[in-house]
Structures are given as C-alpha cells and as structure tokens.
C-alpha cells in the first residue's frame, strides 16, 4: 500500500538550523546597526559594522553548529558502537531487553517476543538504535549540513537590516531598520512555522518580541555611550 501521509519531522535538523541562523542574523546585525546609529557615529562606520557583524556571526555560527552537533555525533556513535558490542557478547539479553520496551509501550509479551524477533533478524542494531536509544536516520545528527544552513541563512538575513543601511538616509536609519526587521522577524517566524506545520501566529510574534527587545536594548546601550563620548 502506497504512503501518502505528509510528515515534516526529516526537516527537523535543517530546519531548526536555518531558522536559528536567519533569526540570528536578522536581530544581532540589526541591534548592532542600530546601537551604532544611535552613538552617533557615520553612515560609513555603520555599513563597515554591519558587514564585519555578517561575516562575523556567519562564521561564528557555522563554527558553533559544527562543533555543538558533531557533538552530538559523536555520541550517537560511542552509544551505538557499545551496543553493537552488547548484540555480539550477549544477543538473548538484548533481545529480552527489546521485547521489554516493547512491552512497556502497550504490546502483549508474546507478540513483543515475536516482534523482537524478527527485527533483531532483520536489523538487530538498527531496532535498538531506534527503540532503545532513539536513535534514527531521520533525527540523526548531520553537522556539515547544520553548519552550512545556519551560516548561509545567517549572511542572508544579516543582508536584510544592511540593505536597508545603503538605502535609507542616517536620519532615518533607528526607525526604518527597527521597524522592517520586526517585518523581516515576523515573515520568518511565519515561514518556518509553515515549513514545520506549527501556528504561524505564535511563531511571529515570538520571534518579533525577542527581536523587539534585543535591538531596544542595543539601541539603549549605544544612545547612552553616544552620550557620554
């Protein structure tokens, strides 16, 4: 029988990375922007900050999605490696220890024994990466990919606030980059919650918030060091 159910759980990884980096690029290149506008300083300084933060934070995000997953990797390796040498020493107590967490999730214990049984004849180390350590090739972790999403999707909502630097007179600058990255922010949460089947709603206004807060605040900082040079 043909599968046509549509599940999004495979774009978990990309995705939770992707939206982190486009977030992060959105709101740390806009707040410095803005902190750097409000201390007074030249439209030249301004565009050179925003261009150093987007090189900046895309590097540092591919460095940290790098490192924090294949982390994760690791691991997922180090489990699966001592399970693969458990299956070996002592097969019947793994497969006693599967049936058991197939018991536990509502089977009967003689068709948690068969089923054990023949996945253990099929994939015995795949049926206990899944079952037992939750282990999976959908949810496994994938650090280049990690990396790479987060720091393209960094740069390209960095570009957002900075675009609006080359187009928008200094005067103008707080209220035209504070007021279109919320749109940017909102327009982002929506998308992703789309991409992930979540409430477009929640999901933009809880990017605008933080959004909201993070460049009030920056924006505070740099006006209260304007003031004081």
């Known amino acids: 029988m043909r599968h046509i159910e549509r599940h999004r759980l495979h774009r978990i990884g990309w ?12 709101v740390s290149t806009a707040s410095l922007v803005l902190g750097v506008a409000a201390a007074g300083t030249s439209p030249g300084t301004i ?46 107590h793994e497969r006693a220890e599967l049936a058991a ?22 994939d015995a180390l795949g ?12 949810l496994t972790a994938r650090p280049v990919q990690a990396a790479l999403a987060s720091a393209g999707t960094f740069a390209a909502g ?36 789309r991409a992930g089947g979540a409430s477009v709603m929640t999901a933009a206004a809880r990017v605008s918030f933080w959004g909201a807060l993070a460049m009030a605040l920056t924006t505070g900082v740099g006006a209260l060091f304007g003031v004081s040079a």
């Open 127 to 138: 049926a206990h990466a899944r079952d037992e350590l939750g282990i999976s090739e959908t």
């Open 158 to 193: 960095a570009a957002l606030p900075l675009s609006i630097v080359l187009l928008v007179p200094a005067s103008a600058l707080l209220w035209t980059v504070s007021g279109s990255s919320l749109v940017f922010l909102a327009l982002l949460g929506s998308l992703a919650a």
């Open 47 to 92: 565009l050179i900050t925003g261009v150093a933060g987007l090189v900046a934070g895309a590097m540092s995000m591919a460095a940290g999605e790098y490192v924090s997953v294949s982390s994760q990797a690791d691991t997922e390796r180090a489990d699966l490696d001592r399970e693969r040498k458990e299956l070996v020493a002592d097969p019947e």
């Open 15 to 26: 995705l939770r990375a992707a939206v982190l980096g486009a977030n992060d690029g959105i």
């Open 101 to 122: 967490i197939y018991v536990g999730r509502g089977l009967e214990v003689g068709l948690a024994s068969k089923v054990a049984n023949q996945l253990m004849a099929h």
